[in-house]
Every structure is written in structure tokens, then in C-alpha cells.
């Protein structure tokens, strides 16, 4: 007799998908706890492999696993800021951020861990990834702006925005990720907003980086956050501002 039985059929990884389902394995741990509290063996057990399997892949340990793990991670976040440069900023920077919360979300605890510096195994190739992402993000929302040389003030604008970006991400992870998702992408977008008017008034490449933001809106979301903010920043006062600076409505407005 011949048993119907089902049998497993098992198919042998290629050396890149093994790697990547160990790196996967490493990102699902690092994504609820903080590295220096990921084992080899935590890998492996979540892997379904052994641990010499893992060694085989990453002889320099945990280190290496980390740093490869970090770097996939990276890869990521740096398409979250990937977006065509078509239509309104406003709602190409809220699907931006949209990714990147979604990111942060699903990597809490690693998230964490990764941007407070607080990881035993922390070094300096590790903040040169996390630093990197930085950059890359400016690159991207000055490529939203349509500028390809940025001056100090623009530049410092939106890197300013970014750290900030980061900073709100921790604490609505600290609060049990209060207020809602939406919300807070809302308010962040705001902050950018905020953020390009303050230093249009004192810069003349902001300003007509907000101008020409301003014609893609069409007078929504833009266009309604600078009627909020116009009257506090400038009202009906036209001296002039502190270091000789234009009052801000005279910087955007023809």
C-alpha cells in the first residue's frame, strides 16, 4: 500500500532570501524591543532556524546583524519622502507622512531605541545610517519645493522640521500614540507650513518658495493655514521688523 498522506516539499533559500528572512526575523524583534534586548537566539527562534545559521550570515554577531538590520530599515524610511513632485505640497507631504508614521508605528520600541541614542550597540556607523535618512528626507522636501541650491535659512528650515518630525514621533509613541494618526500628520504639515512663513519673512528664496506654493494650493490647506497665521504674525503693523526684515505679509504678498 502506498500512503496518500500529504508530504512537505521544502525549498532550499538562495543565499539572498535566507539573509533577508534573517534580517526580516531581526526588524520584527527590533520593531517591540530595544536591540541591546535582542539575542542571536531570539533571531534564530523567530527565524525557525539555528543559531549557528545565523552566524553563518553574520559572523560579526549581533553587531553586524544590527547594522544590516538598521540599514534595511533605513531603505525604507527614505522612500517615505519619496513622492512625484505633482500636485499641491500640502498633500504631497501628508502621503509622506503618512509612510513615515506608518513606519514609526509598526517600530515602536526599535524606533525608540534607534533615535534616542539609547542602544548598547550604538556606534558611530549606526548614527552615520540614522543620519543619513536626515539628509536623504531634506533632499526630497527641497525637491518638493523646487529648489536645487537652498540657501542656509531654507536649508535650515526644513532640517529643523525634520528633527522636529522625529521629536513629535517619540512622544506620540510616550503617548500611547495620542493624538490620532491623522491628527498628527495634520498638525506636522502645519508645522512645515508655520515654519516656511517665518523664514520667508526674512528671506527672499522662502518667500517665493511659499508664493509658488501658495499657486499650487488653489487656497486650500496652504492657503487657509497662512489666513490663521498672517494676521498673528504681521496685522496691520508694516514697520519694520527686528534686523531689518520685511513684515511678512509684504515678503509673500505682491
Same mark, same amino acid.
Request: with cysteine; hydrophobic share 40%.
Given at each position: 500500500?502506498?500512503? +496518500?498522506? $500529504?508530504?512537505?516539499?521544502?525549498?532550499?533559500?538562495?543565499? +539572498?532570501?535566507?539573509?533577508?528572512?534573517?534580517?526580516?526575523?531581526?526588524?520584527?524583534?527590533?520593531?517591540?524591543?530595544?536591540?541591546? !534586548?535582542?539575542?542571536?537566539?531570539?533571531?534564530?527562534?523567530?527565524?525557525?532556524?539555528?543559531?549557528?545559521?545565523?552566524?553563518?550570515?553574520? $559572523?560579526?554577531?549581533?553587531?553586524?546583524?544590527?547594522?544590516?538590520?538598521?540599514?534595511? /530599515? /533605513?531603505?525604507?524610511?527614505?522612500?517615505?519622502?519619496?513622492?512625484?513632485?505633482?500636485?499641491?505640497?500640502?498633500?504631497?507631504?501628508?502621503?509622506?507622512?503618512?509612510?513615515?508614521?506608518?513606519?514609526?508605528?509598526?517600530?515602536?520600541?526599535?524606533?525608540?531605541?534607534?533615535?534616542?541614542?539609547?542602544?548598547?550597540?550604538?556606534?558611530?556607523? #549606526?548614527?552615520?545610517?540614522?543620519?543619513?535618512?536626515?539628509?536623504? %528626507?531634506?533632499?526630497?522636501?527641497?525637491?518638493?519645493?523646487?529648489?536645487? +541650491?537652498?540657501?542656509?535659512?531654507?536649508?535650515? #528650515?526644513?532640517? *529643523? @522640521?525634520?528633527?522636529?518630525? !522625529?521629536?513629535?514621533?517619540?512622544? @506620540?509613541?510616550? !503617548?500611547?500614540?495620542?493624538? $490620532?494618526?491623522?491628527?498628527?500628520?495634520? @498638525?506636522?504639515?502645519?508645522?512645515?507650513?508655520?515654519?516656511?512663513?517665518?523664514? %520667508?519673512?526674512?528671506?527672499?528664496? *522662502?518667500?517665493?518658495?511659499?508664493?509658488?506654493?501658495?499657486?499650487?494650493?488653489?487656497? !486650500?490647506?496652504?492657503?487657509?493655514?497662512?489666513?490663521?497665521?498672517?494676521?498673528? *504674525?504681521?496685522?496691520?503693523?508694516?514697520?519694520?521688523?527686528?534686523?531689518?526684515?520685511?513684515?511678512?505679509?509684504?515678503?509673500?504678498? $505682491?
Amino acid at each position: 500500500m502506498t500512503s +496518500e498522506a $500529504p508530504t512537505r516539499s521544502y525549498r532550499r533559500l538562495s543565499v +539572498e532570501e535566507r539573509r533577508r528572512q534573517l534580517l526580516d526575523a531581526a526588524l520584527s524583534l527590533f520593531a517591540h524591543r530595544a536591540p541591546e !534586548e535582542v539575542s542571536l537566539d531570539d533571531v534564530a527562534e523567530t527565524a525557525g532556524v539555528s543559531r549557528p545559521l545565523v552566524y553563518r550570515y553574520f $559572523p560579526g554577531g549581533k553587531q553586524q546583524l544590527y547594522e544590516a538590520a538598521l540599514r534595511s /530599515a /533605513a531603505d525604507e524610511l527614505r522612500q517615505c519622502f519619496a513622492e512625484p513632485a505633482r500636485g499641491p505640497l500640502v498633500g504631497r507631504l501628508s502621503r509622506a507622512l503618512d509612510r513615515y508614521l506608518a513606519f514609526v508605528g509598526r517600530h515602536d520600541a526599535g524606533f525608540s531605541a534607534l533615535l534616542r541614542g539609547g542602544s548598547v550597540v550604538e556606534t558611530s556607523r #549606526t548614527t552615520a545610517i540614522v543620519d543619513g535618512v536626515r539628509r536623504a %528626507a531634506a533632499a526630497h522636501i527641497l525637491g518638493h519645493l523646487g529648489v536645487e +541650491e537652498p540657501g542656509p535659512r531654507l536649508r535650515m #528650515t526644513v532640517r *529643523t @522640521w525634520i528633527t522636529a518630525v !522625529e521629536a513629535a514621533s517619540l512622544i @506620540w509613541l510616550d !503617548e500611547d500614540k495620542q493624538p $490620532p494618526v491623522d491628527d498628527l500628520r495634520d @498638525w506636522l504639515v502645519d508645522q512645515f507650513t508655520a515654519g516656511l512663513v517665518a523664514t %520667508a519673512g526674512r528671506d527672499p528664496q *522662502t518667500a517665493a518658495v511659499v508664493r509658488d506654493a501658495l499657486g499650487l494650493e488653489s487656497g !486650500e490647506a496652504f492657503g487657509a493655514l497662512l489666513a490663521r497665521v498672517l494676521p498673528v *504674525t504681521d496685522a496691520d503693523d508694516r514697520s519694520p521688523r527686528p534686523g531689518g526684515a520685511a513684515p511678512v505679509r509684504e515678503t509673500l504678498l $505682491p
